[in-house]
């Protein structure tokens, strides 16, 4: 009942009060359309803006906007993680944010460059089999999973623009040679590849794998429908890498045409209506503290606790992280 009246919170009528302007918008988004196409379909109704969808993978659309640059026909882009915002911040394809748009927000949800913002915030966790790996038998760390007792067991999403993510900040907080060595040993471990986190999910639920390294959002979708879904999740060792808190984030392309329409549709994400949903059906962190808390989810200030401290500006190098996993033969 809770999912079915929260769902309806973004169709509200009166939720948000924009002023249409006579332009269309055109957004990149890497985000899935079955989370975007919802509140994209509000935000027009609500400002009597069109909004065209370019869907794709986050590293990919990152990659095309580079490739692109000024002749993009982009507004904006919706990226799943912060690391693919800082690269094209780096490049110089983004345009500065008002202040504004920053304010009450909490730092992890801000980018110091001032050139994209948070809609959401996901945690990483261990997904694991509970019929088949003991309590007593979990890795502590996420480097713990290249032993030999996880041969076969462990699965992986390379293409994945959250798993390139975390990879980065291994690589941010470790170094590349370690980061290499522990992706050498997840193929070495004979770990499985899966497309995305919900293939992974769905594989420990098959009896494909035990343990897979997810976004904490994918499992409730499973367990909202069926409690005993046999699967669950955890967070490693306090401050381990594998508990990364990452982002998905907005930002508008300094090339843009629209930039009046462009921030209205990133002020539109940030709004209480827009961020009921975001955690209320799509099960990740608000950005906003004024929400009603989704009882899916862990606690922030438990998440928080768990996960260690990264500056998401500093996850940039997407290039440098593709170009290990090719060395690492994931790509």
């Known amino acids: 009942m809770y999912k079915q009246v929260m769902a309806t919170a973004i169709v509200a009528a009166g939720l948000w009060s924009g002023v249409a302007a006579a332009a269309d918008l055109t957004l990149y988004s890497g985000r899935g359309e079955s989370f975007v196409r919802p509140i994209v379909q509000q935000f027009e109704r609500d400002s009597g803006l069109s909004v065209d969808v370019r869907y794709g993978g986050t590293s990919e659309l990152a990659v095309l906007l580079q490739e692109e640059g000024s002749r993009t026909p982009?507004?904006?882009?919706?990226?799943?993680?912060?690391?693919?915002?800082?690269?094209?911040?780096?490049?110089?394809?983004?345009?500065?944010?008002?202040?504004?748009?920053?304010?009450?927000?909490?730092?992890?949800?801000?980018?110091r460059t001032g050139e994209w913002v948070a809609t959401s915030g996901r945690a990483r966790v261990l997904a694991y089999s509970p019929e088949r790996s003991p309590e007593a038998e979990h890795p502590e760390s996420v480097f713990d999973l290249v032993n030999e007792e996880f041969r076969g067991r462990v699965s992986v999403a390379p293409t994945n623009g959250s798993f390139?993510?975390?990879?980065?900040?291994?690589?941010?907080?470790?170094?590349?040679?370690?980061?290499?060595?522990?992706?050498e040993g997840l193929r070495a471990?004979?770990?499985?590849?899966?497309?995305?986190?919900?293939?992974?999910?769905?594989?420990i639920a098959e009896g494909e794998v035990d343990y897979a390294m997810v976004n904490n959002y994918y499992l409730p979708r499973f367990t909202g429908d069926n409690p005993?879904?046999?699967v669950r999740q955890k967070f490693l060792q306090p401050g381990d890498i594998g508990n990364m808190v990452n982002v998905a984030g907005i930002a508008m392309l300094d090339a843009s045409d629209n930039s009046d329409a462009a921030i209205q549709f990133i002020e539109y994400l940030l709004t209480q209506s827009a961020q009921q949903y975001f955690t209320s059906v799509v099960n990740e962190y608000s950005v906003r503290s004024d929400v009603i808390s989704n009882p899916d989810l862990t606690d922030l200030s438990e998440v928080l606790d768990n996960a260690p401290v990264i500056d998401l500006d500093d996850l940039a190098d997407l290039d440098g992280t593709l170009d290990l996993l090719r060395e690492a033969g994931w790509l």
Do not use: C, H, K
């Not at 900040?169 to 980061?179: H, L, P, Q």
């Not at 471990?189 to 594989?203: E, L, P, W």
């Open 74 to 111: 982009a507004d904006l882009f919706w990226g799943q993680d912060a690391g693919a915002m800082g690269a094209l911040a780096r490049a110089g394809l983004l345009a500065q944010l008002p202040e504004g748009i920053y304010e009450n927000l909490p730092d992890i949800y801000t980018s």
């Open 164 to 183: 390139q993510a975390f990879v980065t900040a291994m690589r941010v907080e470790y170094g590349d040679e370690r980061t290499l060595e522990w992706l």
């Open 189 to 203: 471990n004979d770990a499985q590849v899966y497309r995305n986190n919900t293939t992974q999910v769905i594989a």
């Open 228 to 230: 005993d879904y046999p």
